[in-house]
């Protein structure tokens, strides 16, 4: 079993920053992609970054230039730095991990979440 704690969700103003962490614990050995998700109210759950084990990343359109995605993988950490926040980004944003080996399991894709944190961006 694998666990996904997310934190760093605030209260944020326009133009601010915050920064999310992920952490993942429990019997993973090596993990894979991770990603970042938010869903809005009322909205879909969405893609909005995602880095490779090798640190290759995308984002989403929305969030080009303002987001950062970065990953510690001996800590088995994912970060989500966010600059210039707007109203539009308030949403609740999931970690999401795809772990490729667990203690007791073969080998495969395991898709695991952590359960959200709330970021809000309001004057």
């Known amino acids: 079993q694998v666990w996904l704690e997310e934190s760093g969700g605030d209260l944020a103003q326009p133009g601010g920053s915050l920064r999310l962490s992920c952490a993942a614990s429990?019997?993973?050995?090596?993990?894979?992609?991770m990603r970042w998700y938010r869903q809005a109210p009322g909205g879909q759950r969405v893609l909005v970054a995602a880095?490779?084990?090798?640190?290759?990343?995308n984002y989403a359109d929305p969030v080009k230039g303002r987001f950062t995605i970065t990953r510690d993988n001996d800590k088995n950490l994912v970060f989500l730095q966010m600059n210039n926040l707007r109203p539009d980004d308030t949403a609740l944003y999931y970690c999401?991990?795809?772990?490729?080996?667990?203690?007791?399991?073969?080998?495969?894709?395991?898709?695991?979440w952590g359960q959200g944190t709330q970021v809000t961006v309001s004057s």
């Open positions: 429990g019997s993973a050995t090596l993990i894979g992609p």
């Open positions: 999401n991990a795809i772990v490729l080996k667990l203690v007791g399991l073969p080998s495969g894709r395991y898709e695991y």
């Open positions: 880095i490779g084990r090798d640190g290759s990343v």
